[in-house]
């Protein structure tokens, strides 16, 4: 029994509806809606033959209609899929291809992908790779504990004694208000002459190191220039090491005094702001210069903290956050009389990125109140330190307490968590200006291994927040060679230009004596550090034989990736690493997070598993097979991964011994080359080539018929056996060549395509080529020209059947320019071989639909006809169901994608949204589809994406400039009596120069590409088809107003067929799905901490050694001001003469040599 058409409210008034479809008579088509092409109707295959000569509309008479029964629309469904098949099989040449691959046999082998083989191959190849920077390290170490060891430190060596290249010395000349510029100091400093060196990215000078010294240390200080002296040595053991290996990238060694040589010696790249780069806080030197760290910052913030005091106590957290990696632990409280954490962490954290972003933003909203409790304070953070039931660094342990002073020792506390042993470091800093009594902060930290420090004003900040470094480094000096172990880092950005790189390290140390019979030195001097880029580690990878969706990655004891081909950061920020979990990088599942462990715990393994892959243009999730396999990496800290489809287990290659030893002359006398020429294109269709590396001398372009121009006129004069090119890519390129000709020939010259509504047909292989037909179609190919970069290649080998490609539409932009046979809608498949028992994929084959002629085709295959050749026409008293053609004004039908896209509509008005979510062409019918399992939806976040600056706020944020006093500061007495006058002359100094660490200056901003985008995370969401395959009829009822609908997959292809009446009230309309992808702040931090993932620190730790010597712990006094400078310093802050201030180096004494 047929279902009656739906009500809204009560009942419809009148009888059922009636349609009159144009052309005929009744109303014509609204603005939106487009005429049907002129001309003869393009022809149907499925229908009965006499259907085909006859047009697509006839007039039908007035009747009643009700809503289609679901046979009927199964009826329908079949004859699209067989519309479909039909189509493909005549044009496709999916069959054909077989057979020319079968008749060409000859002039390919098939190979196999072994993947235990592989994968322990290039986990060798890189290993090799790595020891021979390794070799180099050690080198350059050695001779740098040497050098250092065997120099005389002079007290009176000025800056003209002293000749090196000044790495900032051009920026600085640039600049009329630089320091040096007006000091004339630059007698001392090279002028060099570079070359461009393209594995460097960079002008370089191989003769030459460069010094690089940050911007807030004096170049004339005794320490800088003794420094500079004994590393020029250094000179000659970087040009030896490249002369041994050639592939060296950057060798540097970065001093404990913030002095970097580097080699090949290249100008800085100095940013638009104020330069802030400090070796010390790179995150190479910060992981060579100490073991991992669990670390707990307390800060005071009771009533006597205010103002001044409290904004660099805020910063001072900032900055000590920084000098953190990701194998450290943190955790930030504040404290007066109760201490308790500033964020939503309740216990010691992993010090990532994110978890960092979160302190920071909390320690914004910290308040002075209360009584210093020092007892509270430091009892949360022993604590802390004492809960072993959480993953930490279990390694060095410290208390960072930030104060404005105190006259308790809290030595109870000591006895009762810290003594004897003295387990726990405490570091103490008395921040800003005051007349309290530092002895008990200087006590704190004598007695507990650690150190004071004084931070009086912005300008101190950032030295006195690293230096802590030099202490935590004495048990690994002391331990000697036991610590002299390279390890490598994450992954981060070079500084140089250099692009991702990973760093090999090691410490450098201090070997000598104060004096005969004297305690050994205990400093470390700095870190020596050489870079590889990851470009060269990928090239050790196999690029072309795992096909298009096979590929191989590695990952650190972090689970970070390595390397990873979805590795692929939007904008770099060279002051922190670049931190993508493997889990993060691909779809999270269960056995994904066995494997990583696994790789982490430095096994081999293999395992094949079902799991969803996002399409390259992150639209789609399939569900796919795939096979793991990895192994360690020997020697380092990374463990490497290998991931191939099952389809991918063998591959072509090319044998063309029979043709080359037929000509001795250029490939471009080879057979096949003729049809890659453009003057075969008008005949054969249109070729594209992969832009892949197929000689050494091949010049590369984005534009694909350059590219071609380029590599036909090389082939002019490269022998088929040269050994500049690579024969595996060129041998392939050419078989394909000849292989899509041939399909050509065999079946798409003598095609219509125009009688079947197609715009091309096309062909993409495994080699390299995309050969589209006729040629004219190529004009409208927005396709990638390298098959393996390209979305409907990649989702082809991966699905059965046929794939819909409809044009990509974004909500925001105009919808699609509708002219005659310029819109198309791709259809395509994977060819698959069987050859002596081994399957493989090597091409994709398909269809672009012409979408106006293929809606009006829609139409009549969804719709009533059977032999006649006009619609069925309905007797005014009688019932008829309604179809897609005929009734297009009260059924809506689609095909959507199993992306939720829309592909077809019956309706004319919905042509210009194909490609659209179909949730902004009906939110009612989507979300039906979704609540009845038709739709599966998959979230996830995207880690790496690029945002437009967030404008600044004003609540929390530190000072800007100048500090402005506040009207309790005035009222009170102690502040005018204090050293704040002389803080505030300090804060208006340094804040000129440091403002940028707090706000960036919005007029820098805008003119700096760089700073206009930063990263940030986005959210993503895609649909994928549900557990639902069957036939469905279901009703959405809301209120009074129901509206059927019914749902079919159809078979061998990736879309859904929708018959749903069209909503004639606005009760029904509910939520709407979203698709697009938006700005997020990521999962909560606050949740993720209590579920962390699974990593493995470094397997070494030096924190602890018998005979270091504690006793230099840091010194400190006050500073007393008098009348006398105070008005001095408002006459000049008056008069707008501040004088320069002159920086200073804080070292320790020890440093002296």
Not at 59 to 81: D, I, K, V
Not at 199 to 215: C, E, L, R
Not at 747 to 766: C, G, I, M
Not at 854 to 866: D, H, I
Request: charge should be negative; aromatic fraction near 10%; proline fraction near 6%.
């Amino acid at each position: 029994m047929a279902v009656p058409a739906r009500t809204c409210g009560a009942s419809r008034p009148g009888p059922a509806r009636t349609a009159l479809p144009w052309p005929g008579h009744g109303p014509r088509p609204g603005p939106g809606a487009r005429r049907p092409p002129s001309g003869p109707p393009r022809p149907l295959l499925l229908l009965l033959p006499p259907l085909l000569l006859l047009p697509l509309f006839a007039a039908p008479g007035a009747s009643a209609y009700s809503f289609p029964q679901q046979h009927t629309m199964q009826h329908w469904a079949r004859r699209l899929e067989q519309e479909i098949d039909g189509v493909m099989r005549i044009f496709g040449g999916v069959q054909q291809l077989r057979e020319i691959y079968k008749d060409n046999r000859n002039l390919f082998e098939v190979q196999e992908n072994e993947p235990q083989k592989l994968v322990e191959k290039v986990a060798g190849d890189i290993e090799s790779l790595l020891d021979r920077k390794v070799q180099a390290l050690k080198r350059l170490a050695d001779a740098a504990e040497n050098f250092q060891k065997a120099h005389r430190w002079q007290d009176n060596i000025k800056e003209e004694d002293i000749l090196y290249y000044d790495a900032k010395a051009d920026a600085e000349l640039d600049d009329p208000e630089s320091e040096d510029v007006e000091r004339g100091s630059k007698a001392s400093t090279l002028r060099l002459d570079f070359v461009e060196d393209s594995n460097f990215k960079n002008k370089v000078n191989y003769s030459y190191t460069a010094v690089q010294i940050p911007t807030d240390i004096y170049k004339g200080s005794t320490v800088i220039l003794n420094e500079l002296n004994w590393t020029e040595a250094l000179e000659n053991v970087f040009i030896e090491n490249r002369r041994q290996d050639p592939t060296l990238l950057w060798q540097v060694f970065g001093s404990a005094t913030g002095v970097t040589r580097y080699y090949p010696a290249t100008p800085w790249r100095a940013p638009k702001k104020i330069d802030l780069y400090d070796v010390r806080r790179r995150p190479w030197y910060i992981q060579g210069a100490s073991s991992p760290k669990d670390m707990v910052i307390i800060v005071d913030v009771s009533g006597s903290v205010s103002g001044l005091t409290l904004k660099l106590m805020k910063t001072s957290v900032c900055e000590m956050l920084d000098t953190l990696s990701d194998d450290d632990y943190v955790n930030v409280a504040s404290f007066n009389e109760k201490a308790q954490p500033v964020s939503c962490f309740t216990h010691l954290v992993q010090a990532n990125v994110r978890n960092k972003k979160v302190f920071k933003e909390a320690v914004q909203g910290m308040v002075a109140k209360g009584t210093t409790g020092y007892k509270a304070g430091f009892e949360y953070a022993f604590d802390q330190l004492q809960n072993s039931n959480i993953t930490r660094a279990n390694c060095n342990k410290m208390i960072m307490m930030f104060t404005d002073g105190g006259e308790d020792r809290v030595q109870d506390v000591f006895e009762k968590y810290n003594w004897p042993n003295r387990t726990v470091r405490v570091f103490t800093f008395s921040v800003g200006q005051h007349n309290y009594d530092v002895t008990p902060l200087q006590w704190m930290a004598c007695a507990n291994k650690g150190y004071y420090f004084e931070i009086p004003s912005i300008g101190a900040i950032r030295i006195n927040t690293q230096e802590y470094l030099d202490v935590l480094g004495r048990p690994m000096v002391l331990a000697g060679k036991e610590a002299k172990q390279v390890q490598w880092t994450n992954v981060y950005e070079d500084a140089l230009g250099l692009g991702l790189v990973v760093t090999g390290t090691l410490p450098v140390f201090n070997l000598t004596q104060d004096g005969p019979g004297e305690k050994k030195n205990q400093l470390i001097l700095g870190v020596m550090g050489i870079d590889v880029a990851l470009n060269d580690i990928k090239r050790l990878t196999p690029n072309y034989t795992l096909g298009a969706n096979g590929y191989v990655f590695a990952i650190d004891l972090n689970g970070y990736v390595l390397l990873h081909p979805n590795l692929k950061p939007q904008t770099t920020n060279f002051r922190e690493p670049v931190t993508l979990d493997f889990l993060d990088a691909e779809l999270e599942d269960e056995n994904k997070e066995e494997i990583r462990r696994s790789m982490i715990d430095g096994n081999k393994g293999h395992k094949q598993i079902r799991t969803l892959v996002k399409s390259l243009d992150e639209r789609y999730v399939d569900e796919v097979m795939r096979n793991y396999t990895w192994v360690p990496i020997r020697s380092t800290n990374y463990s490497l991964g290998l991931v191939l489809p099952p389809y991918s287990t063998f591959y072509l290659q090319a044998n063309l011994s029979d043709q080359i030893l037929q000509v001795k002359l250029p490939i471009s006398k080879l057979k096949d080359f003729e049809f890659l020429l453009p003057s075969s294109f008008e005949s054969e269709g249109h070729v594209f080539i992969a832009p892949r590396e197929y000689c050494k001398d091949l010049n590369a372009s984005d534009n694909n018929t350059e590219f071609l121009k380029n590599f036909i006129e090389l082939m002019e004069k490269v022998t088929p056996d040269s050994k500049q090119c690579n024969n595996f890519l060129l041998h392939n390129l050419i078989l394909d060549t000849g292989i899509t000709q041939q399909l050509v020939e065999r079946v798409w010259r003598d095609q219509d395509l125009n009688t079947y509504s197609l715009l091309a047909v096309f062909a993409a292989t495994d080699g390299g080529i995309t050969r589209v037909f006729p040629n004219k179609a190529a004009d409208d190919w927005m396709e990638n020209p390298e098959p393996f970069n390209a979305s409907f290649y990649r989702r082809s080998l991966d699905n059965h059947g046929y794939v819909f490609k409809p044009p990509h539409q974004d909500a925001l932009l105009r919808p699609l320019e509708l002219e005659n046979d310029t819109v198309g809608i791709l259809v395509s498949t994977a060819v698959e071989l069987s050859l002596g028992g081994r399957t493989l994929r090597p091409a994709v084959v398909g269809v672009k639909l012409d979408l106006e002629a293929w809606a009006e085709k829609f139409k009549v295959l969804a719709s009533n006809r059977t032999h006649q050749d006009q619609p069925q026409k309905c007797g005014p008293s009688s019932h008829c169901e309604m179809d897609c053609e005929v009734n297009n004004e009260d059924l809506l039908c689609v095909l959507i994608d199993d992306g939720g896209f829309l592909v077809l509509s019956n309706q004319n008005h919905q042509w210009d949204q194909v490609g659209r979510f179909f949730s902004e062409v009906d939110a009612n019918l989507m979300l039906a589809l979704y609540n009845n399992s038709f739709y599966t939806r998959k979230e996830s976040y995207d880690y790496q994406a690029a945002c437009a600056p967030q404008p600044p706020g004003n609540l929390g944020a530190a000072p800007r400039g100048v500090f402005v006093p506040t009207i309790a500061d005035f009222l009170n007495l102690a502040w005018w009596t204090s050293a704040a006058a002389w803080s505030l002359f300090q804060q208006l100094l340094y804040g000129l120069i440091y403002h940028s660490w707090f706000q960036a200056d919005p007029a820098e901003a805008e003119g700096n590409p760089e700073a206009r985008e930063s990263s940030c995370v986005m959210k993503q969401t895609q649909y994928y088809f549900g557990s639902v395959n069957a036939s469905y009829n279901a009703i959405i009822d809301c209120g009074n107003c129901s509206r059927l609908f019914h749902a079919q997959r159809l078979t061998n292809t990736n879309l859904l067929f929708v018959v749903a009446e069209k909503p004639l009230c606005s009760q029904c309309e509910g939520g709407r799905l979203l698709q697009k992808e938006t700005h997020s702040d990521g999962p909560e931090q606050c949740e993720l901490v209590q579920r962390p993932r699974y990593r493995r620190g470094p397997h070494i730790c030096f924190d602890y050694n018998a005979t270091e010597d504690t006793s230099d712990c840091g010194r400190g006094a006050s500073f007393p001001p008098s009348l006398g400078v105070l008005v001095s310093l408002q006459l000049l802050l008056l008069l707008g003469l501040p004088p320069r201030p002159q920086p200073q180096v804080h070292a320790h004494a020890s440093r002296r040599v």
